[in-house]
Structure formats: structure tokens, C-alpha cells
């Protein structure tokens, strides 16, 4: 499966807060890499993340059998139907299935260093079952998922203890919700997301957002034309791909894009090596359709210029397209802010997001409406401890939402990033 992966440089570590969205991308393979050094090297980089989740499209159709042409061999997971993902035939994804049937092992070269190495749950440095020793505690988690569209009811609907669910989809509910720490993924120890009714506000403004390249992250209704995002959600290795759609979660359909504007500082490289941009990993984005009209919007709203303290009394709402949840929401309810990083309008927050939810809002209530104060970023790593999660605050691109809407600033998709003058008032 093919995921994007921004691997970050750490900073300092807070005790708390995680986040994010994505699947990563393969490393490198190590014929291509040179020495140890660079191996070790490439290890780290899968140690740490902002992970950006595009979820993994529908696989092409294969035949054959007992090799590895499905699209998705060799990304060191297995996804045959029986005990991988299903993403492929049965049969055709071999090499990556090939240590789970015939039993977990250690004969990764990264076994045996304290730190999970499977993809998903673990760095991904290994090939699935080839890391059996560090990944003893989170290896019951393999190839589970809460995919399933009634799951989170406390009610287990998997073939042999209920009905409803296909097998493998119904985790919470039939395994419970407890969570290993040392899982690489968005838990503090628990999974305490729930399924909303997207009909209902604030709900009815998220919805997905698929850029040019296929891959995917949550977006939520600021106007009746004007959608907001995470930055790294329109940028690609091949440079910048808004020429996206967004899918309102409430139904109907798709929006395209036309329109996109980013903080001329942001750098997609920059972000991806470093933490010392990410309050700029933002986006607005204008659709070709007035969604707003129909399910209306949110409005944006500063709260972490007082600081950590006034922050964290606000309950925070979040939903998105978690990787493990399928394309429905899985939401957040009254989780809350951990800390407010300072000058770089960035927060730290306690809310269980993951791999697909980069890009979507944090709100709060106001008075009967909703006001979006800050989008889903990236993770990064906390030794000992969960990991960070990092979200923007909205004191980043709220001053230019009102610009953006009036058709004073953007680019439209297909064009090189830059500002358009602004037009006389």
C-alpha cells in the first residue's frame, strides 16, 4: 500500500498530544541504498513521522496466481484477503504474505532493536512478520481495522459473534479499545473515537478531499465556495496537485477545485525534513460548486493567543477519514489541547487522530454555531511516551480567509504557486 510519509526532524518532546493522518510511502529499497550508514539512516527517518494519509484506492483488477503482481507486492504488507488487507487477489502479493504464513519471524535486519518494525502499527522498515520479538505487543493489531460502518456500538458484528460486519472490521467492539503504547499510530493508550451522523452540525461541513494524485485527506466548509485542508495535502513529490475534488460526507456530489493559496513560505521539502514550518501546513482551497449553501460552513476562530491555560478549556470536535475506519468519519468528541507550542501557531492535542484525518478542522461550539480553530498536521515521535500529535492553529491562515473568499488572493490549480495582486476595494 502506498502511503505518503514526511519524515520530520524532532524537537523537543512534550508528554502528550499525537496526530495525523496518512499511509506512509516505501522506503527506499536497500539494494539501492548505500552502506550501513545509510540504512541506519533510513531507519530513523521511518521512526518519526508526519505522516500524510491518502487511504489505499481499489486495487487493478490481476490474475494469476502464487506471485507478486498485484499493484501493491513488495510494500512490505501483506494483502491477500485471507490474512492480509485484501487489497489484492489471493495469491498475488507472495513475497509480503510470505513470513505470516509460515509464521512470525526475526529475520529482519532491524529485529531485536526494541522498536516494532512492521508497517502500519511499527516504523514499516520490515517486511509484515519479519520483526516477531519487538512487535510482540502490537502484532494482535495486524490486519484489524474499524471499517466496518457500525462499528464503535459496543456491539462485536463479526462473522462467529454476530452479524453485520465483514470479518476483521469490527475491532473496538470485538477486541476492546485499549491500545498498546508503544503502537505507531494515534492512541494514548485508547481508542475513544466515535461514529457522528453527517447530517448533523457540525458534521455536515467535513468531507474528503482527493487531490490531483489520488491521495487523500479531510476538508472542511469555511464559506459557501472555500474549503481549508492541511498544506501537505495538496503538495506531492512531483509538486503541487490541487487540482483535486472535495466529497461532502453529508451526500451529493463531488466539488472540484479551482482555486488554492498557501503561505508563500511554505516549503513541501522543508516541512517534510523539519518541525520548523509546520505552522504553516495549511491550506484554502475554492470549489466550483457553493456547498456552503446547502450544508453551510464553519467560521474560523483564534483561541490559542492567550496561551496554553485558556486553550485547553475549550472542547475540542474532530472528525475525519481515519486509514483504519474506512470512508466514513471517525470522530472526536470534547478531547482538548495539550499545549500551545508558541510563536509558530502550532498546538498539541489529545485527540485520536491518525493517518487521513490530516487536513481535517478542530471546532468549537459557538453559541449555536461552529468555529474551526486549527487543522490536523503531522505526529512526532516521544520516546518512552505517545506520540505528539501537531495541529495549526487557525491563528495561521485565519487572517487570509477573508482575502481568499473575496477572490483578492489565490492561484488557480494547474498554475505555480504565488499570490494574485490584490484588486482595488
Same mark, same amino acid.
Given at each position: 500500500m502506498r502511503l505518503i510519509l514526511a519524515a520530520a526532524t524532532i524537537g523537543a518532546c512534550l508528554a502528550a498530544g499525537h496526530i495525523m493522518s496518512g499511509r506512509e510511502s516505501d522506503p527506499a529499497p536497500a539494494s539501492v541504498i548505500a552502506g550501513e550508514t545509510a540504512m541506519r539512516a533510513e531507519h530513523a527517518s521511518l521512526e518519526i513521522g508526519k505522516q500524510a494519509v491518502p487511504n489505499k484506492p481499489p486495487p487493478r483488477g490481476v490474475s494469476g496466481g502464487g506471485d507478486d503482481s498485484c499493484q501493491w507486492a513488495n510494500d512490505r504488507e501483506c494483502d491477500d484477503p485471507d490474512i492480509g488487507t485484501g487489497a489484492c487477489r489471493m495469491g498475488t502479493d507472495v513475497s509480503d504474505?510470505?513470513?505470516?504464513?509460515?509464521?512470525?519471524?526475526?529475520?529482519?535486519?532491524?529485529a531485536?532493536?526494541?522498536?516494532?518494525?512492521?508497517?502500519?502499527?511499527?516504523?514499516?522498515?520490515? /517486511? #509484515?512478520?519479519?520483526?516477531?520479538?519487538?512487535?510482540? #505487543?502490537?502484532?494482535?493489531l495486524r490486519n484489524l481495522n474499524d471499517s466496518c460502518a457500525t462499528s464503535f456500538n459496543n456491539v462485536c458484528e463479526e462473522p462467529g459473534r454476530g452479524s453485520g460486519c465483514a470479518a476483521r472490521t469490527d475491532r473496538s467492539d470485538c477486541r476492546g479499545r485499549q491500545r498498546p503504547m508503544t503502537i505507531n499510530d494515534h492512541f494514548f493508550g485508547r481508542d475513544d473515537r466515535v461514529r457522528v451522523n453527517a447530517q448533523e452540525l457540525p458534521w455536515r461541513y467535513m468531507g474528503q478531499y482527493t487531490n490531483g494524485a489520488g491521495e487523500r485527506c479531510t476538508?472542511?466548509?469555511?464559506?459557501?465556495?472555500?474549503? /481549508?485542508?492541511?498544506?501537505?495535502?495538496?503538495?506531492?513529490?512531483?509538486?503541487?496537485?490541487?487540482?483535486?475534488?472535495?466529497?461532502p460526507e453529508a451526500g451529493g456530489p463531488a466539488a472540484r477545485t479551482t482555486d488554492y493559496f498557501l503561505n508563500p513560505r511554505f516549503n513541501y521539502e522543508r516541512f517534510n525534513t523539519t518541525d520548523e514550518i509546520d505552522g504553516l501546513d495549511w491550506s484554502l482551497l475554492r470549489i466550483d460548486q457553493p456547498l456552503g449553501e446547502r450544508w453551510g460552513f464553519a467560521g474560523t476562530r483564534i483561541i490559542t493567543a492567550q496561551g496554553t491555560a485558556a486553550a485547553r478549556a475549550f472542547d475540542l470536535y474532530q472528525a475525519g477519514y481515519s486509514w483504519d475506519t474506512g470512508d466514513r468519519l471517525s470522530a472526536n468528541i470534547?478531547?482538548?489541547i495539550v499545549q500551545v507550542q508558541g510563536p509558530d501557531n502550532t498546538f498539541a492535542h489529545e485527540c485520536d487522530t491518525t493517518r487521513g484525518d490530516s487536513g481535517s478542522a478542530f471546532l468549537v461550539r459557538n453559541g449555536n454555531a461552529w468555529d474551526v480553530i486549527g487543522v490536523d498536521s503531522n505526529f512526532r515521535n516521544n520516546p518512552g511516551g505517545p506520540f505528539i500529535y501537531i495541529a495549526v492553529s487557525a491563528a495561521s491562515? #485565519?487572517?487570509?480567509?477573508?482575502?481568499?473568499?473575496?477572490?483578492?488572493?489565490?492561484?488557480? /490549480?494547474? #498554475?505555480?504557486?504565488?499570490?494574485?495582486?490584490?484588486?482595488?476595494?
Open positions: 504474505c510470505r513470513a505470516m504464513r509460515a509464521g512470525d519471524d526475526d529475520s529482519c535486519r532491524w531485536r532493536d526494541g522498536e516494532c518494525d512492521d508497517p502500519n502499527f511499527g516504523t514499516g522498515a520490515c /517486511v #509484515q512478520g519479519t520483526d516477531r520479538t519487538d512487535c510482540g #505487543q502490537v502484532s494482535w476538508a472542511t466548509l469555511i464559506a459557501r465556495d472555500v474549503i /481549508v485542508t492541511a498544506a501537505h495535502c495538496i503538495n506531492t513529490d512531483e509538486g503541487i496537485r490541487a487540482d483535486g475534488t472535495f466529497q470534547a478531547c482538548h491562515f #485565519q487572517p487570509y480567509v477573508a482575502d481568499f473568499v473575496a477572490r483578492r488572493i489565490g492561484t488557480p /490549480v494547474g #498554475q505555480q504557486t504565488g499570490i494574485k495582486p490584490k484588486r482595488d476595494r
